[in-house]
């Protein structure tokens, strides 16, 4: 079992920025692909950003060269900086992590392992 917790989320203006955490813990979670999704109200969940176990980053177009993302295994902790917010990225931001880099990067969303239970941000116009 891999336990994940967020942490971060907020009320902030257009164009601000927040910082988004997640805390893993159990299994040896250096194994694992980690990802962030997000799903606004009345939208499906969609994939944000992804960090692999070798080091690679991947971005969905709409955030990419907004967001960072970033991982520290020794601390088992994976992040995601956001700046540049728009009001469109309003959502409830999961943490997730799974073994296979495909199902994040393709937000197979039924076969994602792990799941947090996710942190609102809230972008104000």
């Known amino acids: 079992q891999v336990q994940l917790v967020e942490s971060g989320g907020g009320l902030v203006e257009s164009g601000g920025s927040l910082r988004l955490s997640c805390a893993a813990s159990?299994?040896?979670?250096?194994?694992?692909?980690m990802g962030w999704f997000r799903q606004a109200p009345g939208k499906e969940r969609e994939f944000v950003a992804a960090?692999?176990?070798?080091?690679?980053?991947y971005y969905d177009h709409s955030v990419k060269g907004r967001f960072t993302i970033s991982r520290d295994n020794a601390e088992a902790t994976v992040s995601l900086q956001m700046n540049s917010l728009k009001p469109e990225d309003t959502a409830v931001y999961y943490c997730?992590?799974?073994?296979?880099?495909?199902?994040?990067?393709?937000?197979?969303?039924?076969?994602?392992?792990?799941w947090g239970k996710g942190t609102l941000v809230t972008v104000s116009s």
């Open positions: 997730a992590a799974d073994p296979d880099l495909v199902d994040l990067r393709l937000a197979v969303i039924g076969r994602i392992e792990y």
């Open positions: 159990g299994r040896t979670t250096s194994t694992y692909h």
């Open positions: 960090f692999s176990v070798r080091g690679g980053t």
